[in-house]
């Protein structure tokens, strides 16, 4: 007989299921773009500006006085976040993902590689010499939260180890993005800052190497090394990357110990009591339950802890907030074919539509040519274009990086045109080519 179900889990039951379906992020990020283009365009569209420069201040006695406006916190802070587990991510691939050998890792960074620097020259050609030429970093950037989304819409029709090889290629990819945010968009640096986030990072690589497991003094060092890069003239989202790599991947318990822990806690949980009976009155099996608790916590590394923690803020709050900040554009006096044909705003769209399938096909098909690489069981040349096109989704990390490549208001909604333009074309024709492609047998 089954468990009678409490009323509020059927009432939270769909909820649930979409939290847990790998193309929720993206949906809620469509819907999120969506509402920033209609509201920085409706009557009231003055609101929305408003509200993003709104300032809020954090004062610290003498010492610290942080007095930002919304869109900086969103920016700077929340997406410290967001880096943050792209860092984790990136860490977790090198050392047991698809990046954890010359052999797995071959392919994919070699299509990140040509899906980095197609999109760069082609915005090159466009924009060499003119105002818009810092904004070449803007179309090399895949967002992952789309990317994954089309490909959950698309379901069986694409073989799983296509759907591997475009997440290391995206996790390559963000590893370009972050090296190119740390040393090409970044103005005047303040040494002392700078040196205090080297001393904070010296004490989180000891903390890692003396085995600490617990999270709190990593994240209590982690929001001094924001701080410190805040001020550092570095971008702060920098500080979460770092963050990442000296968090331990590392448990407390191999799978043996708990495996042995469980398994005597669970015999002693049944000798403690009678069957169906609650644990509420029979404080022995409380005391197990809390034990088994722990257990679990101390298999899990503080590195996969983090992420699983931090994984829902991300994809359901952080990367949502920052489109519905960053993503409105307002067209009125605008127009719109002039726009389009400016030279950001059409670089950024044939780097982000052609450069990106250009290059991450080129480049792999010159890596396995050249026997360097070879391609995934189960995908062929078709699916991997195909891949390629979806890839050329820019829209979160370039979005972002336009906001650090151009001060000019009048550039930055230039390239976000080209952002939205060229990311609707990779994924409405990248969703049809996959659609219609069918795996190799």
């Not at 010359?102 to 050609?125: D, H, Q, T």
């Not at 949980?269 to 409380?286: A, I």
């Not at 503080?302 to 067209?331: D, K, M, S, Y």
């Not at 360097?372 to 979160?396: D, H, M, Q, R």
Request: aromatic share 10%; proline share 4%.
């Amino acid at each position: 007989m089954k468990p009678k179900k409490e009323p509020i889990e059927i009432l939270l039951k769909p909820i649930n299921e979409f939290l847990h379906q790998e193309a929720s992020g993206g949906i809620l990020l469509m819907i999120c773009t969506f509402i920033a283009l209609a509201w920085a365009n409706l009557p009231w569209s003055a609101s929305y500006h408003d509200l993003w420069h709104t300032h809020i201040a954090v004062k610290f006695s003498n010492l610290l006085n942080l007095d930002y406006s919304l869109h900086y916190w969103i920016n700077d802070g929340l997406m410290a976040i967001f880096f943050f587990t792209v860092g984790l991510e990136i860490k977790r691939e090198l050392l047991v993902g698809e990046l954890s050998s010359m052999r797995k890792a071959s392919l994919p960074i070699a299509g990140a590689i040509g899906g980095m620097v197609a999109p760069a020259l082609f915005y090159i050609i466009f924009n060499s010499g003119s105002k818009g030429a810092n904004g070449w970093g803007i179309p090399m950037a895949t967002d992952i939260a789309f990317v994954v989304g089309i490909m959950a819409l698309l379901g069986p029709r694409i073989p799983l180890t296509l759907k591997i090889f475009v997440l290391a290629l995206a996790i390559a990819d963000d590893i370009g993005a972050v090296l190119v945010i740390a040393i090409f968009y970044t103005a005047e640096i303040f040494i002392t800052a700078l040196v205090i986030a080297g001393l904070v990072l010296v004490l989180l690589a000891v903390l890692n190497k003396l085995g600490t497991k617990s999270l709190i003094p990593y994240t209590i060092l982690g929001i001094i090394l924001w701080l410190a890069f805040l001020k550092s003239g570095v971008h702060a989202t920098i500080a979460g990357v770092l963050l990442a790599f000296t968090i331990p991947a590392s448990s407390r318990y191999n799978t043996q110990k708990f495996s042995e822990k469980v398994k005597a806690l669970i015999n002693k949980f049944d000798s403690t009591g009678n069957l169906g009976e609650n644990v509420l009155s029979n404080q022995e099996r409380q005391t197990d339950v809390m034990a088994i608790e722990e257990s679990c916590q101390k298999v899990l590394t503080p590195l996969q802890r983090f992420e699983h923690g931090l994984h829902p803020w991300v994809a359901f709050f952080i990367i949502p907030v920052f489109a519905l900040a960053n993503a409105g554009v307002t067209l009125a006096g605008l127009d719109i074919l002039v726009a389009l044909f400016s030279p950001v705003s059409l670089g950024i769209i044939i780097g982000l539509f052609i450069g990106k399938q250009f290059g991450i096909f080129a480049f792999s098909f010159a890596a396995v040519k050249l026997k360097l690489a070879s391609l995934p069981e189960g995908v062929n040349w078709k699916n991997l274009y195909g891949a390629g096109i979806l890839a050329g989704i820019g829209f979160t990390m370039s979005l972002f990086i336009a906001g650090l490549a151009f001060n000019d208001p009048a550039l930055l909604d230039l390239s976000k045109i080209g952002i939205l333009t060229g990311s609707l074309l990779s994924g409405v024709v990248g969703f049809v080519f996959l659609k219609s492609s069918k795996a190799k047998n």
